[in-house]
């Protein structure tokens, strides 16, 4: 096996080096929708990283290991005279060690500090985007005994719509905010119980019970190398934590059945709580839930391996099927039905795209790790093809290897998700279950070498200090007790934190256009902003027009009719059109063009309160208004054409005779009053506006949406005040050859979960 990893590295590194050099460049994105498929350059790229270290392994599982049989005694013999010398020089080591210890906490900006789990702490602002959308739906809940028939979730129903009721619930008033950020980062720590508890079930599956300082060793030796690996070989989710308790719950209900004999209460009473499970993983986390009922069905496959595979199985069925009543009575079948129509939506519209090439969005050396995901891959499924080989039967072979079996299958079930979205996150995100698989297949693997395993307890009965300071100073490399005790000491001060404390530490004015703007809000039925800032609904406590709370979400053209006709139906008398998101990749005027017709045509703009543009209604809208004539010199200095966002940007200043306040520029093609770009970037507003006598402006122009014959257009101003359109310059033409537009497929766009 040594043989075998060896070989595997510089196979892997030849590999590595192989598919970097053929890595196409990678392709700038377009508000957050992607602009080139890169699935089959991806899978050649994959391929070649997977198939050249596969071969390989065939090859060197063949060859003879009488050399490496050698080399591995001399390691073991070079490692026992190491020991011996760490222990004559204890105050030495000692004294090395602290040193280390606080060079590693002293770096406030090297290369550790990234890997500081708290990137979040309590006292920051609240993030409108992220932490907006999770927040968003808890005023369409409230009161609605059939909420979910109004809203569209992509996460999960208790990540998305219950944490926040339950903040609301819990937290006095006010205060709602700072009691979700509890309750989120309560679900971090869930997701890290689940991992330690999955850690100690997959030593005490390789581990006997007697070796007691044997399974001590290798629990805190795998937890504090998956406390290091956080943020570098992957990184743990939110997401997660009740996806690890299902898992650490079969491997438990497994080890059991495999070194005891538990009883039948026991095997009920533990196989009815995976079953009870399974309903509501999806229910929790959209992505991870389906992910285990697909490992559920290896459980039950594995459970005919055991002879108390009828009790396991009649336990599990009872367990699933309680669950399913249970949900089926709380929810009833219309908003079952929604969450089936949702899941529908999200496989069809909402696959990964293939966004990047193969981790593009990193240097070479990140291709480490998609490379030990695949080298934990081989190696594990050589070795359980020479546990195989070795079994006595299939019972056998089935029992003693099934925490391998199901962490080899979890692996290889994640990994297409980081194939299509081939960021370094997304390897990172899914990287966490390979750890795990090789925490069970080096245990396993201690337990076989005997001879290593009995240095290893003997040298730490004799050297315990040493084993310590060892395992303290690796655990120094991620935990910087300066920094945590920067982010926890606020903690107690800013717990108390109320909503409009945490809204007006966001810049731009968050909390100035909220008290401005309630109210106008409070009398409407309801509130819609395009933005995809799903805090504004809860800033002004009413529910959402559309089940699309966040327009980014609405991908398919049915989608952006279906917040047309929301919006028509329900006529909200103020919408937030823009701020300085806008320009941060959450506006989709190109893949809701419909959407943004349609305000054009029924709303004008209304107020800028700081950078935040809100609409109001209006009949005919914008494009309704009168045409004034105004003296007004017009100059665009440049044409920018942008081939990878498939946009034009225009730029220019307006010379104006006397003030006037323009409230913002819009284009039209020649013989269409409806515009089809608006400037939506808060510095050419806020100028706009100002009553200056030169102006400056920009706008985009997103070319995806304009048809080839479509090549004249026309600059128009527009006054709020006066409700006035100004016809600004002549016409001017636009090229469409300088701009790629076949690299937007928008009937295809999708993003990421």
């Known amino acids: 096996m040594l043989t075998l990893i060896f070989g595997l590295v510089l196979v892997s590194y030849l590999a590595m080096k192989l598919v970097w050099y053929m890595n196409p460049p990678s392709r700038p994105h377009y508000n957050n929708f992607f602009a080139y498929d890169y699935s089959t350059v991806n899978y050649v790229q994959f391929i070649i990283l997977f198939l050249i270290p596969s071969i390989a392994a065939l090859f060197l599982y063949r060859s003879s290991f009488k050399t490496i049989d050698s080399f591995y005694d001399q390691s073991l013999e070079r490692v026992k005279k190491t020991f011996f010398i760490l222990e004559k020089n204890k105050e030495t080591v000692l004294v090395v060690g602290i040193v280390v210890f606080w060079i590693f906490n002293l770096m406030e900006h090297g290369f550790f500090r990234n890997l500081v789990e708290d990137k979040n702490p309590f006292h920051s602002p609240f993030d409108t985007y992220h932490e907006g959308e999770k927040v968003a739906f808890l005023y369409t809940f409230l009161g609605n005994n059939e909420a979910l028939k109004h809203m569209f979730i992509i996460h999960g129903y208790f990540l998305e719509v219950l944490t926040s009721y339950f903040a609301y619930l819990i937290a006095p008033e006010n205060h709602s905010l700072m009691g979700f950020r509890i309750l989120f980062t309560l679900q971090h720590l869930m997701s890290w119980l689940g991992v330690i508890w999955v850690i100690w079930e997959i030593v005490k599956f390789t581990t006997e019970n007697k070796n007691k300082i044997l399974f001590k060793l290798q629990f805190i030796l795998f937890s504090v190398i998956f406390i290091l690996g956080n943020g570098s070989f992957f990184a743990l989710n939110y997401q997660q934590g009740f996806f690890f308790f299902q898992l650490g719950l079969v491997l438990h209900l497994f080890r059991e059945l495999t070194q005891s004999h538990p009883s039948r209460k026991f095997i009920l009473v533990v196989s009815l709580l995976v079953g009870i499970s399974i309903p509501l993983g999806p229910l929790y986390s959209m992505k991870y839930g389906p992910i285990f009922c697909v490992i559920f069905i290896l459980f039950a496959v594995l459970l005919f391996f055991y002879k108390e595979f009828k009790l396991l199985l009649v336990g599990s069925l009872i367990g699933v099927i309680s669950s399913g009543v249970i949900i089926f009575l709380a929810l009833g079948l219309d908003q079952l039905l929604e969450v089936g129509k949702m899941f529908l939506y999200i496989i069809e519209n909402y696959p990964p795209r293939f966004s990047a090439p193969l981790l593009s969005d990193a240097n070479e050396h990140y291709l480490w790790v998609p490379q030990l995901v695949i080298g934990i891959l081989i190696i594990c499924s050589v070795q359980l093809i020479v546990d195989f080989k070795e079994s006595k039967n299939y019972r056998s072979f089935v029992q003693e290897n099934t925490h391998i079996i199901i962490l080899l299958f979890l692996s290889t079930l994640v990994l297409k998700a980081a194939l299509d979205l081939s960021d370094k996150g997304h390897f990172r995100e899914i990287a966490s279950p390979s750890l795990l698989l090789l925490f069970a297949f080096t245990s396993r693997w201690l337990g076989k070498l005997t001879k290593f395993s009995i240095f290893i307890v003997q040298s730490y009965k004799f050297h315990t200090t040493i084993w310590v300071l060892v395992l303290v100073t690796m655990l120094a490399m991620n935990m910087h007790p300066k920094e945590a005790f920067r982010h926890v000491k606020p903690y107690w001060k800013y717990i108390s934190a109320d909503d409009d404390f945490l809204i007006a530490k966001r810049k731009y004015s968050y909390l100035d256009a909220v008290k401005e703007m309630r109210p106008e809000v409070k009398d409407m039925e309801c509130f819609y902003t395009l933005n995809s800032e799903g805090v ?114 225009l730029n220019g200043i307006l010379e104006l005779k006397n003030i006037y306040n323009i409230d913002t520029l819009y284009v039209t093609s020649v013989g269409n009053n409806l515009p089809i770009a608006v400037a939506t970037n808060d510095i050419s507003m806020v100028q706009i506006k100002s009553g200056s006598l030169k102006i400056p402006w920009s706008i985009k122009i997103p070319m995806i949406n304009i048809s080839p014959k479509t090549k004249v257009f026309q600059l128009w101003g527009y006054s709020s005040s006066k409700h006035e359109r100004i016809k600004i310059g002549q016409n001017f033409e636009l090229d469409h050859t300088k701009v790629n537009k076949e690299n937007f497929k928008l009937t295809d766009t999708k993003i990421n979960m």
């Open 536 to 649: 504004w609904y809860y800033y002004f406590k009413k529910p959402s027009c559309s089940r699309y709370h966040m327009l980014q979400w609405a991908l398919s053209k049915e989608g952006s009719y279906e917040i047309i006709n929301s919006l028509r139906n329900k006529r909200p008398r103020v919408i937030l059109f823009s701020n300085y998101n806008s320009n941060r990749g959450l506006v989709t005027f190109h893949a809701n063009s419909e959407v943004y017709d349609f305000v054009y045509q029924n709303y004008r703009p209304y107020k800028l309160v700081g950078n935040h543009w809100f609409w109001k209604g209006s009949s005919r809208g914008m494009v309704g208004a009168k045409l004034t004539e105004l003296d007004i010199k017009n100059k665009i200095e440049n044409f920018v054409y942008n081939n990878s966002g498939a946009v034009v940007f």
